[in-house]
């Protein structure tokens, strides 16, 4: 028996596998934020407890004595801050926070593009990551920067919780800003200008690593009766690649939720300074291509929300079948962040070619259709890097409805695969654990007796499609140049 735990950024999650490596029990709870003036925050406490009170509640439903491990897969970059005794003396600074622009700016002016593209992978300096949010807490709370003993980002730290030990999965660390990616060691001309040592910052491991057993008193608590491993896992993106069978180079996992987010791994070790972003894998030794498009899926989010009156998605759904998608509007999906593949700061989202007859339902298809115009965009850059791909494997809360699979499908002109598991990450991460403690010889053997197809989707593209697409390609182009002009 395993758990997989997902950390992610709107949920957390646990899943029960049996056995059988078949989920048999779910639970979820809220992440609760505090946001304010961009300073996107968490309390770790409320957090910690909260994944426990989940792991209580599947133990007063299921017999966990036999429970074998536990393993994690979940967000990168959100940043914890711990005293010497181990505790928390800041709250978690989530990933969404964007308090530290300044600090991006800064950072900018002392490495150049050049090497921080060959040393982390990553394509800009952007408030995201941890390394501009501890330059931050320098300069503005210098006294809780005196006190932080150790930084650590928020899986490696659930982690600590559940096994008392310190350590850095290297497919989340690869989203810090300070590790660097092709020498596997912490980037120390980037840790002097933050102002932090490798002392402060826990040892490395590979991925997929099990980082110890289940602490006595917790282990008490949900009934087990054995050692249980705790595995690192991998980040939540990684592992649902696995968790849909994408293991090899060919596919693309495409993760639609806030952001949406495509996954590719490479074919052996990418150039050093490659164009687009690059991150340590799942497996030692490894790379992901992992172009991610801020403005994904919350485009949806935002006009269902804003325009629709929060509106059921099953309800739009049914009215968007309706809609003559050829006489639709365009609508750049820009709306927030920097997104793949051009990274353009000064992009934003516009809608085009309205008039009197267009309804909400027409300006809703738009949405949809200028993400997936922005997801043919990433395939069509992946192709021209070597990294070409032959179908979508489907996950995430997009997966879930037919509309945005067919219309991948359609604007793509790749078929669409949608996995039966939906919760692929969980799954992903309890099949690597699977893989680490023996219970399969090899990855490949696993994913052909885990993971299974509910649907997939065939590709229907008409000449319309095509003509739509260069004018949202021409109506960026457009934008970009208006944004860019020097207005008096």
């Known amino acids: 028996m395993y758990i997989g735990i997902d950390l992610g950024s709107t949920n957390l999650k646990v899943v029960l596998y049996d056995n059988s490596m078949t989920a048999v029990a779910r639970k979820a709870s809220p992440v609760v934020y505090h946001r304010e003036n961009g300073f996107v925050e968490f309390d770790a406490k409320t957090y910690v407890n909260g994944l426990l009170d989940l792991l209580r509640e599947l133990a007063k439903e299921q017999d966990l004595s036999e429970l074998d491990g536990i393993s994690f897969t979940g967000q990168a970059e959100s940043l914890v801050c711990l005293d010497k005794d181990g505790e928390a003396v800041y709250p978690i600074i989530s990933w969404m926070d964007e308090r530290s622009n300044e600090e991006c700016h ?133 592992a649902g690649m696995v968790g849909s069978g994408n293991i090899a180079p060919g596919n693309v996992t495409l993760s639609t939720g806030t952001t949406m987010v495509l996954a590719v791994m490479t074919e052996g070790r990418p150039i050093v300074g490659c164009d687009t972003a690059v991150h340590y894998g799942f497996l030692p ?40 998608t050829e006489k639709s509007p365009l609508f750049l999906p820009y709306i927030c962040g920097t997104n793949s593949p051009e990274f353009d700061k000064e992009a934003t989202g516009v809608f085009y070619g309205l008039r009197a007859e267009h309804t909400a339902y027409d300006m809703a298809w738009a949405v949809v259709e200028g993400v997936c115009f922005t997801l043919k965009k990433n395939c069509e850059y992946l192709a021209e890097r070597d990294a070409s791909v032959s179908r979508i494997l489907a996950i995430g809360g997009g997966a879930k409805s037919a509309i945005w699979c067919q219309a991948q499908a359609d604007i793509t002109g790749l078929p669409v695969v949608v996995p039966s598991e939906t919760e692929a990450a969980c799954l992903g991460a309890v099949i690597l654990a699977a893989v680490s403690d023996g219970v399969y010889p090899n990855l490949k053997s696993a994913c052909d007796a885990m993971v299974k197809v509910a649907k997939e989707y065939t590709p229907h593209a008409g000449p319309q499609i095509a003509k739509k697409y260069g004018k949202f390609k021409k109506l960026y182009d457009a934008m970009l140049s208006i944004e860019r002009e020097d207005i008096v």
Not at 145 to 156: C, G, H, R, S
């Open 106 to 238: 800064i950072l900018e002016g002392q490495f150049s593009d050049e090497i921080c593209r060959k040393m982390t992978g990553q394509q800009a300096v952007l408030p995201t990551w941890p390394a501009t949010k501890i330059l931050w807490l320098k300069r503005h709370e210098p006294e809780t920067f005196e006190n932080v003993a150790t930084y650590m980002l928020l899986k490696d730290y659930l982690v600590y919780c559940l096994t008392g030990k310190m350590c850095a999965d290297m497919s989340i660390a690869t989203f810090s800003f300070y590790f660097d990616i092709y020498g596997k060691c912490y980037w120390k001309d980037m840790l002097d200008a933050i102002g932090i040592s490798e002392a402060q910052l826990p040892p490395l491991v590979e991925p997929c690593t099990v980082a110890g057993t289940l602490k006595e008193a917790i282990a008490n608590d949900l009934g087990v009766k054995k050692a249980v491993s705790v595995n690192v896992g991998t980040l939540d993106h990684f």
């Open 285 to 324: 030794n490894t790379y992901v291509l992992l172009p991610v498009i801020e403005s994904g899926g919350m485009c949806l989010e935002w006009f269902r929300h804003h325009c629709m009156n929060d509106m059921d998605y099953r309800a739009l759904d049914g009215e968007l079948l309706s809609v003559d």
